[in-house]
């Protein structure tokens, strides 16, 4: 059985910034609140992250060299290459 998925509502926060020698810094900037609708439009917390796999694929799909990524967790990443 399908539901509907909510739009996932973004947290636009720095929350963390990891910077690894000569190569790349890590900085998260926000998250995904992982919301799901029922039938009857009654949102949900979404436990099986099914929002925040869609939200990652239609990401890469449309900007695939973007350095924005989507981790796991629902953590907006941003990945800056030096």
Sequence with gaps: MQ???AIPEL???????QT??????????GDIIRVRMDRQGIPHIDQRFQTVRLM???????F??????????????VHNSK
Excluded at 11 to 17: L, M, R, V, Y
Aim: no cysteine; net charge positive.
């Design 3 to 5: 539901f509907p998925l």
């Design 11 to 17: 947290t636009p926060s720095i929350t963390e910034q």
């Design 20 to 29: 690894f020698p000569d190569t790349i810094t890590i900085k998260a900037v």
């Design 56 to 62: 990652r694929y239609l990401n890469n799909q449309a």
């Design 64 to 77: 695939p060299k973007n350095p924005m990524k989507i981790n796991q967790k629902g953590e907006i990443v």
